[in-house]
């Protein structure tokens, strides 16, 4: 026998269950005899809480097109730092033992930076013990900050909500026939890919947002209330899209200089639009509101990027070909093409390369100025929201899959 176990970890996509559906079709192919998934991450695997997907899979032979349209983390989540494996080995000593008793001989970690450097932790202790293991990152994150892959499953559905919730706020704006601001807070503590996809919502006739603001360039106060007195001159409504993690030039976030640290120590970032909307509002005195987008960002399965959620799937399936060769330590990645039609390759880089990094948006695809996003951007963003995913309704609203093993009752 030989079994497999797969793992998400890290914030939810859109697009990260369809990499699962990816991973578990590639898996039954390649004659794993047991598809095990670990509720809510490498916590779940510490725990033995597992469940096996196989069965799942064999009781429904439509469970694996439901899991790719279902939004968020089938199998759970948890942001647990996994210590060094030199300085603690006892816990990797543990998991080993698990995964010997399950006769695993590949591990499947899908998740984005943080993620995979769980992934790098364990391929590297496996390494070390000469255990016949294969250890897989698979990328996904919304913010698209990962090294080595062009983008990250996961983005693109993110951008196409983002732009279209734009597009859709943007015509709200032109109602009324008075000066107004809208402020338009989006997902990136550290990277501004998902905000600068706003700049897709624009049209001819209607070029909002105005003002795009990114955590690369620092974020000048003055500067915003000149860009948009100027912007105010010649129209009634103002949109501005800005990255929850923007800072001054000192080095400060916008939202809060107190903010709270996460186990992995980033800063945990809200207020941003509101902590705007205060300077704007006092700087020029009119109708001013913001928005904060959140959650929805993330699990917008309703306006999922086609090209998204079959690059997910690709993914899925390309690592379990790598774990097939024997290969371990690896993250796989996607790679364009340099042809007219975009076209995607898939290759794989050493986790250790990517775990804990952050992708940056090139200074050249943001304007002099750093209040909006170049030519370059919207080439590289266009095609990554193509195509609509077909959902199968009932009363009305979106059918999930159950996920009645991740539940938040509080048992006695």
């Not at 991450?41 to 097109?65: C, K, M, P, T, Y």
């Not at 007195?229 to 939202?255: C, T």
């Not at 903010?259 to 700087?283: C, P, Q, R, V, Y």
């Not at 992708?359 to 695809?365: A, C, H, Y």
Request: proline letters at 4%; aromatic letters at 8%; glycine letters at 8%.
């Amino acid at each position: 026998m030989k079994n497999c176990i797969i793992i998400q970890s890290g914030g939810p996509t859109t697009a990260i269950n369809a990499s699962l559906a990816g991973v578990i079709h590639a898996a039954r192919e390649a004659g794993y005899d047991h598809i095990y998934g670990a509720v809510n991450g490498i916590v779940g695997v510490l725990s033995q809480n597992v469940i096996d997907l196989s069965e799942r899979v064999a009781a429904d032979d439509r469970f694996l097109e439901k899991l790719v349209r279902t939004p968020a983390m089938y199998l759970g989540s948890c942001r647990m730092r996994m210590p060094d494996p030199k300085a603690e080995p006892a816990i990797y000593d543990t998991l080993y033992g698990y995964f010997r008793s399950l006769d695993v001989k590949a591990f499947f970690g899908i998740g984005g930076n943080d993620s995979m450097d769980t992934v790098a932790k364990l391929s590297s202790y496996f390494n070390s013990r000469n255990a016949d293991i294969s250890v897989i990152g698979v990328p996904k994150t919304i913010d698209n900050d990962l090294f080595a892959t062009d983008h990250t499953p996961g983005f693109g559905s993110a951008a196409k909500y983002v732009a279209t919730s734009m597009r859709e706020m943007a015509y709200d704006t032109m109602i009324y026939p008075v000066k107004s601001i809208t402020i338009v807070e989006i997902m990136g503590r550290d990277s501004g890919w998902l905000t600068a996809a706003s700049a897709l919502a624009r049209t001819e006739g209607l070029p909002a947002p105005q003002l795009i603001y990114l955590p690369e360039v620092p974020f000048s106060v003055e500067n915003c209330i000149a860009d948009t007195k100027q912007i105010l001159k010649k129209r009634n409504s103002v949109m501005i899209a800005v990255s929850e993690g923007i800072k001054d030039k000192d080095g400060e976030y916008i939202a809060s200089a107190d903010a709270k640290e996460d186990k992995f120590g980033h800063k945990m970032l809200s207020g941003t639009g509101k902590a705007i909307e205060h300077i704007l509002g006092n700087a020029l005195g009119i109708k001013i509101r913001s928005v904060e987008l959140n959650i929805p960002q993330r699990c917008g399965i309703h306006l999922a990027s086609k090209t998204d959620l079959d690059e997910a799937y690709q993914l899925g399936e390309a690592a379990v070909l790598l774990a097939k060769e024997g290969i371990s330590g690896r993250m796989v990645v996607i790679e364009r093409k340099d042809t007219f039609d975009y076209q995607v390759g898939y290759s794989s880089v050493p986790v250790s390369e990517v775990a804990n990094g952050i992708k940056k948006v090139p200074r050249e695809w943001i304007n002099e100025r750093g209040n909006d996003v170049t030519e370059e951007m919207i080439s590289y963003l266009s095609p990554l929201i193509q195509g609509e995913v077909k959902l199968t309704y009932s009363n009305g609203l979106p059918e999930f899959l159950p996920i009645d093993h991740l539940t938040d009752t509080i048992q006695d």
